[in-house]
């Protein structure tokens, strides 16, 4: 498949909570940070801690931010701090667009999902993050869903998530083509705290796909 990848994966390493670890993701060359701003997840950031965090990323490197169904009042204070959004949860595409600054859209494959709607449905969207389904949890699962449900060709750039690690990441590269791959447990010691070696490990493995 090819879903617009050109000639490289980006990547992006999602749920980041320590500046040591957005040091190191930066010096591996990672594409785009984000940043979880929906309080009932376990790598929740306050605004503050936001500010903190994102003041340490350079230039040409993508600050998104996570929410979740979230007030757009609390979603316009945390825009100074960030590039580009993310929305995992029921938002409408008026709702996503109403912000200044680009978005991409999350979507759990769930069985009855069609793509091809979704993809015209958020017509404005810059990409459509794919996420495995777990009912109740809106993402960061852990989990992989069948790659081959994904239509070879989809109006918008695929980001891949859902249970990536260094493992499986070659396959999911070669079997998809997305245009982005986005990974947050499967780089982590715990929640929130990224792993030093699978982070280089999970690049590692991204570039040995992308050569092939």
Known sequence: M????????????????????????VSLGVDALGF??????????????????????????????????QPAEFIERCLPYLDMLQFHGNETPEECQRYSLPWM???????EIDLVHETERYGLAQA???DAYRPGVPGGTGETFDWSRIPAKLAKPVILAGGLTADNIADAVRQVGPYAVDVSGGIEASYGCKDANKMASFVRHVALANAR
């Open 2 to 25: 090819s879903h617009l990848s050109l000639t490289r994966t980006r990547i992006k390493f999602c749920g980041l909570t320590r500046a040591e670890d957005i040091d190191l993701a």
């Open 36 to 69: 979880v701003m929906w309080p009932n997840s376990k790598r929740g950031l306050s605004i503050e801690q936001l500010a903190s965090l994102s003041a340490r990323v350079p230039a040409f490197v993508t600050r998104v931010g996570l929410f979740v169904d």
């Open 105 to 111: 859209k999350a979507l759990r494959m769930q069985e």
């Open 128 to 130: 459509l993050l794919l």
